[in-house]
């Protein structure tokens, strides 16, 4: 008899809406122009889902230059600079914007700010594409934040005209402390509070909150690189559970799951769900699994493609 474990999925885990738009925007490309399309940066944060776009004929770059001219060109879900999109144009690049929407609603609230007269602060990772993206979308220089601290050492040319915006998939609780001590420091300082952070981010946490106070272990489904999936991981260790990031079942350690009677599994937004079917198949390879999902919020949100991926 082997021994048993019970799994909990987190509701909701995986795709976002943004992810699920950007990856049939480079589907529908290669349908409609014909391979090769070119991606700039890994269209969404998941080794699978960029391997499975290549071997259909996209190409990624790091660089426009790197795109030949007249060549299909893609940006990533992660939005893009003024500068690239310009150097784009300048190249008369064909371009089909796969930036998210939530994204994009962030570089005009970031602009807006600006030309209101104020300088404006990021709340984000440096060196994360969004944060590239975003700060690019403003004229001034973008002040970056990603801790309390950042905040202590913060300066700004003027208190009394100052806002912030955020990168869309930060860790609620982190940016809610860092807000308040922007609010405690700068108190005449405009922002959305949490709403920059995108629902799914939000939702994908709250779910994680849940779901660790069930489980002895948890095992979150996503690539180092994606923020949204770190923070999941970083909240379920906040919440006193042993918390793994892994690419698919192959990262697994069987010693992690030794003591783990109840395993949790979530996925990032950048996730495919066909890699959390591979997890719990290889938990059923090693004992014997029941399955249960959680409870949680069913997400119905669906974004327009961009009109260059709707002709025929
Ligand atoms: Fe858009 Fe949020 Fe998905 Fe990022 S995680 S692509 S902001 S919906």
Sequence with gaps: MPDSRHII?????GFCAGVER???????ALTIYGAPVYVRHEIVHNKYVVDSLRSKGAVFVSELDEIPTGG??????HGVSEKVEDDAKLRHLPVIDATCPLVTKVHKEAQRNEAEGNQVILIGHAGHPEVEGTSGRIKGEMLLVSSVDDVDRLQVS???????VTQTTLSVDDTSAIIAKLKEKFPAITGPDLRDICYATQNRQNAVREL????DILLVIGSTRSS???RLRDLGEEMGVASYLINNEHDIKTEWLENASVIGITSGASAP????????????SL???????MNGVSENIKFKLPKEVLVA
Excluded: C, M
């Excluded at 950007?22 to 529908?28: D, K, N, P």
């Excluded at 299909?72 to 879900?77: E, N, Q, R, V, Y």
């Design 9 to 13: 999925l987190a509701q909701p885990r």
């Design 22 to 28: 950007a990856i049939e925007i480079v589907e529908r």
């Design 72 to 77: 299909i060109t893609i940006f990533s879900a």
């Design 158 to 164: 003027d208190p009394t005209h100052l806002s912030y």
């Design 212 to 215: 660790a106070s069930k489980v």
């Design 228 to 230: 949204n999936s770190n």
């Design 273 to 284: 769900e066909i890699l959390t079917q591979g997890v719990i198949a290889y938990l059923q």
């Design 287 to 293: 004992y014997s699994v029941t399955v249960e999902t």
